[in-house]
């Protein structure tokens, strides 16, 4: 029995091993190749603690250290950290606090400039590590040139001395070896490295700056009246009499009023009285406060027909316009006489264009200055008197109060507080004059409750009286 199962098993592994024989071999499963990834730069696996910069960064060169940053050459320089050992030449921090000159420093800073701030930097960076000791010439005369990271060649010599000096100017190394990194190396160097390409662009930039600052002597000038080419004048003797007369030094110019029209009476009418006229009364309307004048001038009177006739052949005007408070303050006896609505606006018109800045600054530096008006020979005086003008004299005199209400270049419309009358004629008794009367001072400005309500006032009122007398049937709208 032991030999029979023996038998057995020999001839069923014979049979296995046979029919395995006559099957194809199966290869095990490969695994895909992937490929190889490419090794860690510095700028991923960022910059090691013991690098230069890092050492730059702490060390006592951080006014270069501020540079760079500012440049933004960081990530530029970590590349070239990465790749293989630099050579940095670094200058002291009072090389570049008060030795460097401060329009080169401006120079510098301006962001239209980065470029040569940056390739400033960069000629201090050598990609090489490179030792005083090892890498001087060996004579003076010569000079060994390097490559630096600003496409520049730095020239490198010996002094008499034995110390080595860098730049075309000559720069000594003051600290070699300062700080010695696996990466790079610094070295002090004495002042700040300037490469020609900069040095150039600064000299282009200050020459145009000094050229744009010079006024050219053959620009041609221009009057600003004329809008003509200036002659030259010919030199004058002292005391000799002014080339051109007064009356042209005080004429106003263009950007007062417009050019003067041709003179009364010449037919040619070139500015629209008329429309100016009735722009100035609409304005007044439109303000508030100045009703009762609107209707005078034009209702009541022809005044308003012949200011737009004067302003058309050319004259200018400056209307002083009373409130309606003020206007209602007459008396019948003001307005007794025949033509005393006239007389009285007639005062109130300066045939010249005054704005509230041009008097207050004449009262201001003459004290008193008079005016004439249309209602001659009166003139209307005016002075400065509580940071305003004052017109006329005590219980009579008004304050300008309402400035510039319309001004248009040919008429311009000042508020006032007051009705202003023509002094009252001397009298005969001897040279006495009345005793003058109490000075008036500038009105309050009250709140909104102490407003008076408005009325009409006592000068339309009386020449509706003196016209009912003649005329049956008043024709005026405001006298019904």
Known sequence: ?????????????????????????????????????????????????????????????????????????????????????????????????????????????????????????LFHFLPSRLHPTTSSPTSSSSALSHATLAGEPLDLTTAPDGAMRVGAGGAAVTHPDAVVRPDGVIHGIERLLIPRSVQEAFNRRRSLAAISAVLPTGAPEVDPRTHRLKKPSPPTALGAPPALPVWDAMAPGPSIAPAPAPGPGSGKHHFDGH?????????????????????????????????????????????????????????????????????????????????????????????????????????????EADGSVKFGAGEGSAYLFDPDIYTDGRISVQGIDAVLLPPPPATGDGGKSPAAAPARRAPAVTGATAKPKLRRGKLLEGACQFMGVFVRRSRFMSCQ
Do not use: C, W
């Open 1 to 121: 029995m032991g030999r029979g199962a023996l038998l057995l098993l020999l001839l069923l592994s014979l049979a296995f091993s046979a029919l395995a024989a006559e099957q194809p071999q199966r290869q095990p499963p490969q695994l895909e190749k992937k490929p190889a990834l490419p090794p860690p730069s510095a700028a991923a696996t960022g910059v090691s603690s013991n690098s230069v910069l890092v050492a730059l960064l702490d060390s006592r060169y951080t006014e270069l250290a501020e540079l760079v940053e500012k440049a933004l050459l960081l990530q530029t320089l970590e590349d070239a950290v990465g790749s293989h050992n630099v050579t940095i030449f670094a200058p002291r921090n009072e090389a570049l606090e008060r030795d460097l000159d401060p329009e080169f420093r401006r120079f510098l800073l301006e962001p239209r400039n980065l470029r040569a701030l940056q390739s400033l930097l």
């Open 275 to 383: 429309s100016q006229v009735q722009d100035f009364i609409q304005t007044l309307l439109l303000y508030g406060g100045y009703n009762e004048l609107a209707d005078i001038l034009v209702n009541l009177t022809s005044l308003a027909t012949e200011m737009g006739r004067l302003v058309s052949e050319g004259y200018v005007l400056t209307v002083l316009a009373p409130n309606d408070e003020a206007m209602a303050r007459l008396t019948t006896d003001q307005l007794s006489e025949p033509g005393s609505p006239e007389d009285i606006l007639y005062y109130h018109m300066i045939p010249e264009y005054q704005t509230e800045e041009s008097m207050y600054n004449a009262v201001r530096r003459f004290g008193k200055v008079r005016y004439d008006t249309l209602r001659l020979p009166h003139k209307v005086t005016a002075r």
